[in-house]
């Protein structure tokens, strides 16, 4: 009886241990993190975020509605750091970490610079924006099922779904 329960109690240490690191490990979320990371003009920008699927679903207009503000991944708000001042489209963003945010519509974007970090990506406040910037949206040449953010160029590039956008920066 003794040997029963002592094997019952290490089941389920091993079992609570093995939850709770599945739980702690990111990479086994339905929306696994990422990170793009790259240089334009002299400064280095790193942006680390999760990355919802498509799975079927309508996204923009649908789950992700047009005109209201989205989180720009999923899980924990996305956060975008950069090492010196640039010019995002032309606007000025001094250097430091910010969190990404954006509002998702037909033919346009607003991508959003927050002075809040480190929130889930729900908790948002207009108030503490740093800088927005309103960019064109195109169809993107496929679907894309896993939403995706990349360092092209001179230019920060957005894909997810049937839509991509793309913000200009420069040092």
């Known amino acids: 009886m003794k040997n029963t329960i002592s094997l019952l109690v290490v089941s389920l240490v091993a079992l609570f241990s093995m939850t709770t690191y599945a739980q702690k490990d990111k990479s086994k979320r339905p929306s696994p993190p990422a990170k793009a990371e ?65 509002i998702p519509g037909e033919k346009e974007w607003v991508v959003i610079f927050n002075k809040t ?28 099922e896993q939403f995706n953010i990349a360092i092209e160029g001179n230019k920060i590039v957005f894909r997810w779904e049937n839509s991509q956008f793309a913000v200009a920066v420069k040092g």
């Open 38 to 102: 790259g240089t334009i003009d002299g400064a280095k920008i790193v942006i680390d975020y999760s990355t919802p699927f498509v799975k079927g679903r309508k996204i923009f207009g649908a789950l992700e509605p047009y005109g209201k503000v989205w989180r720009t991944g999923a899980n924990e708000a996305t956060s975008f750091e950069v090492d010196k001042n640039i010019k995002i489209e032309g606007k000025e963003l001094p250097k430091g970490k910010y969190t990404l945010y954006s």
């Open 117 to 144: 970090t480190g929130q889930w990506g729900t908790e948002y406040s207009e108030s503490t924006d740093a800088l927005r910037v309103t960019v064109k949206t195109e169809k993107a040449a496929k679907l894309v």
